[in-house]
């Protein structure tokens, strides 16, 4: 839900960024996928990319990306060659980042440095995974990607960054309700008749 709507509402303001934001489901898709040239027709094109967001989840079933219990987030700088990843949880998902690091570099046909950012805010319980990666993937985009001059080095470090996961959730609970507006909306606003029973087939 992040990733949609910081493109909708972010990203299209900055057509000249060449940033992906990777669903979870295609994050899972490589991760659980042994030959990962296979899938490659499934993945957004990459050529032209210079940074990917991809959400981690450390669900291991491959039929099952539901059952996972933990989010994190993982910021590969492809111009750098450089995966950076933010655990919230004491770097609960260490295993499953470098696993999808080492895929996506096998994607893009270049070696990733990985590095677990050690000083990514950690969140008090064990619940805030979610909405740690979500704000943490909003502040990363925002403040040191989208507004970074081109010829300085931007640092990619947490440290003394403060998470409210509260105020957090309060705004994820907002932009849904907002979305959720909007669709009722063009759906009102369609030229096709509403009906509450499905059509029947003769």
């Not at 499953?96 to 046909?109: F, I, M, N, P, Y």
């Not at 909405?131 to 947490?158: D, F, G, Q, T």
Request: glycine fraction near 4%.
């Amino acid at each position: 839900m992040c990733s949609r709507w910081l493109e909708r509402e972010i990203l299209v303001n900055y057509p000249q960024a060449k940033i992906v934001l990777l669903r979870p489901s295609m994050t899972f898709l490589m991760m659980q996928s042994s030959d990962v040239r296979s899938i490659a027709s499934a993945l957004p094109s990459f050529d032209k990319v210079t940074h990917i967001f991809l959400p981690i989840n450390d669900a291991r079933d491959s039929t099952r990306s539901d059952l996972g219990s933990h989010w994190s987030l993982l910021l590969v700088s492809k111009i750098d060659g450089v995966a950076f990843h933010y655990d919230s949880l004491g770097g609960a998902n260490y295993y499953e980042a470098q696993k999808c690091t080492d895929r996506l570099s096998k994607v893009l046909g270049q070696p990733i440095r990985f590095y677990q950012m050690n000083d990514c805010p950690q969140q008090e319980n064990s619940s805030d995974c979610g909405v740690y990666v979500c704000i943490l993937m909003r502040h990363l985009l925002i403040k040191r990607l989208l507004n970074a001059n081109e010829s300085e080095k931007v640092s990619m470090s947490m440290a003394n960054k403060g998470v409210d996961s509260r105020s957090g959730r309060k705004e994820m609970l907002n932009i849904i309700e907002s979305l959720r507006k909007e669709g009722e909306r063009r759906r009102s606003a369609s030229p096709f008749p509403s009906s509450s029973t499905p059509p029947r087939i003769d």
